[in-house]
């Protein structure tokens, strides 16, 4: 897992909207589908790669399985790319 | 262009390192080619994709093209992705 990872999964407007809801709290891949008109299986996919990049994690409880922002990727990817325009913001 | 060239952008390492060449001011593709023991046509490859991206822009100086960080792109996506963690960051 990297940055490459990170910044695939980010590149696609559903996992960047997934990503968006996500904010409020954690959900389910029910909870997210109703919220997008998409196939469980379409959800399944984009929540795979979401996983597989860090930038969600996800939890059994009962019998459902909840997945949230894991803040701690999102930190460290906006770490790098803030650090792109530290040197200038300073001098402007 | 909008978030998806800009995300597909960074999801290459060389391209990563390139942006964090340009932190340091302007460089023509000659001086980026010397840091990274990489062909004109791979160099140029990369600053094309950067370039469309919106990550960086070019301008002819005399004989030569510079490549520069674009940070309002920058910035742009640095906003997106710190959005992810605000709700939360203010709870803990």
Known sequence: ???????????????????????GGRMTAGDIASNFNMTA?????????LRDSGLISDEKVGKNIYYELDLSVVDEILGWIAGLGGDRNEKQ
Chains 1, 2 share one sequence.
């Open 1 to 23: 897992m990297g940055f490459q990872e990170t910044f695939k999964a980010l590149s696609d407007k559903t996992r960047r909207e997934i990503l968006e809801k996500l904010k």
């Open 41 to 49: 299986a379409t959800v399944s996919h984009h929540l795979a790669v």
